[in-house]
């Protein structure tokens, strides 16, 4: 399947050029100057050219014939006495299938057999490694990290169904959370729930920090201290997920710590979920992620003006911005090899400077083939919300009382993992989110 991916490079250059790529996967991190390793994982790029997660690794294309050599470090046995069996060339090119299998210390060799006109190269780091190989080189750092971005923003179908297992997985993870979460239990203790869950499942690698937030730690947008002990009438956010294969879930449910939604609480929680639900019902190829912001954000304020925590019209609070007093991130990413993929800004498309929108990670239209997250929210900050009370422009729009005694609420948001389609989206998110479905489910 990484043959593919490498086709698909191949194919965005130009035919018999003599260049190559280069690229230098990922060596293992130690924590500080100690021999504590911290878990390895694979650089993306590398793992998702070669499907090599191993450290020390590097690979050159050469783009005029399009073979693929594979670099691996030469062990010896005082590495197998402290990290166990070391692979043969032999089994080496077993597993991966390169063209060409060399040692690492023959990359300069290679290369100058090669005599490449340019050496494409993903940073100026690995840019100046092969200059200190040989200052002949040209180097060009730009086209390929353009290139890959544009081979990995497209899913092949391979790369998708790695992703739906990494949702299948997390889905079993978060149901196990919800019906296991008491008032009294500590946050930490739903981590470690939700990855015993991810491991039984033989997924090892969480794809970021998780976030296990009770009350008012669920607004801070990545809270992930995870110590708090849960009350009861807290609500409990949280956004997690696994990588398989290198493929990341990642989705946020918020539901209530006692098993029953609160009326304010309800009343909020399904202000997320009216904009969940416009948003997913208008994802096709060609809607704009900068369109589904805004109809979220649109959709939230006419919630919370139902419930009486803002007033007024609401095409002057969209006007004014006072959506992002509420909604202040994006609503969603691509998703893939990163939880926060590669390409949510294509070159030339700048963000817009305007408060909530400026930090949306994906601006372009959708097209088939591209995985991305939603997951629009409401969140109450006292650091946001108090000096918005006393700004006489902001003010006007709320309803201060309300507000105020919603300080402590903390906040709500929903995420699902969702693939473009020909003519609409896939969901491969399968975990309740009505409210009556949650509170049956956490009945048990």
């Not at 590097?58 to 005082?78: C, G, I, M, N, T």
């Not at 290198?246 to 609160?262: E, I, L, M, V, W």
Request: aromatic residues 10%; negative net charge; glycine residues 8%.
């Amino acid at each position: 399947m990484h043959n593919q991916h490498r086709e698909k490079l191949f194919s965005l250059f130009d035919d018999n050029q003599n260049g190559v790529v280069f690229i230098q996967g990922a060596e293992i991190m130690y924590r500080y100057d100690t021999d504590y390793e911290f878990p390895f994982r694979q650089e993306s790029n590398f793992w998702y050219l070669t499907g090599v997660n191993e450290a020390e690794c590097s690979l050159v294309l050469d783009l005029k014939k399009e073979e693929y050599h594979l670099f691996v470090p030469e062990r010896d046995a005082q590495y197998a006495v402290w990290h166990g069996y070391v692979k043969t060339k032999e089994q080496y090119q077993e597993e991966y299938q390169p063209d060409h299998l060399h040692y690492r210390n023959d990359i300069l060799k290679v290369l100058n057999e090669l005599k490449p006109e340019t050496v494409y190269c993903i940073d100026d780091e690995q840019a100046e490694f092969v200059e200190d190989l040989n200052r002949g080189f040209n180097v060009e750092t730009e086209a390929l990290v353009d290139a890959l971005t544009y081979c990995r923003v497209l899913k092949t179908e391979w790369e998708l169904d790695q992703l739906r297992e990494a949702c299948r997985v997390n889905d079993l993870a978060y149901l196990e959370v919800m019906r296991s979460i008491k008032p009294g239990m500590y946050e930490y203790e739903m981590k470690a729930i939700f990855n015993k869950v991810q491991i039984e499942n033989g997924l090892m690698q969480d794809a970021y920090n998780g976030i296990f937030a009770s009350g008012v730690n669920a607004s801070i947008l990545h809270y992930v201290v995870n110590n708090s002990k849960i009350k009861d009438g807290d609500l409990f956010l949280m956004d997690s997920g696994f990588e398989c294969n290198g493929y990341a879930s990642d989705y946020t449910r918020t539901f209530p710590a006692n098993g029953k939604y609160t009326d304010i609480q309800k009343g909020i929680y399904n202000s997320v979920l009216a904009g969940m639900d416009k948003v997913l019902d208008s994802i096709k190829p060609g809607v704009k992620m900068e369109d589904l912001h805004l109809l979220a954000a649109r959709t939230m304020m006419e919630g919370l003006k139902d419930m009486g925590v803002v007033k007024g019209n609401v095409d002057d609070m969209m006007e004014e911005n006072i959506f992002a007093l509420f909604f202040p991130h994006g609503l969603g990413h691509f998703l893939g090899l990163d939880t926060h993929d590669v390409g949510g800004y294509p070159k030339g498309v700048d963000r817009i400077e305007r408060p909530g929108i400026k930090f949306l990670r994906a601006r372009r239209e959708l097209l088939p083939g591209m995985v991305v997250t939603i997951e629009p929210g409401i969140y109450f900050v006292p650091a946001v919300l108090e000096p918005a009370i006393a700004d006489p422009e902001k003010n006007q729009f709320l309803n201060t009382e309300k507000v105020e005694s919603l300080l402590g609420f903390g906040g709500v948001r929903i995420e699902d993992d969702i693939i473009v389609t020909e003519d609409g989206m896939e969901n491969m998110t399968n975990v309740p989110k009505e409210v009556g479905e949650i509170e049956d489910l956490m009945k048990g």
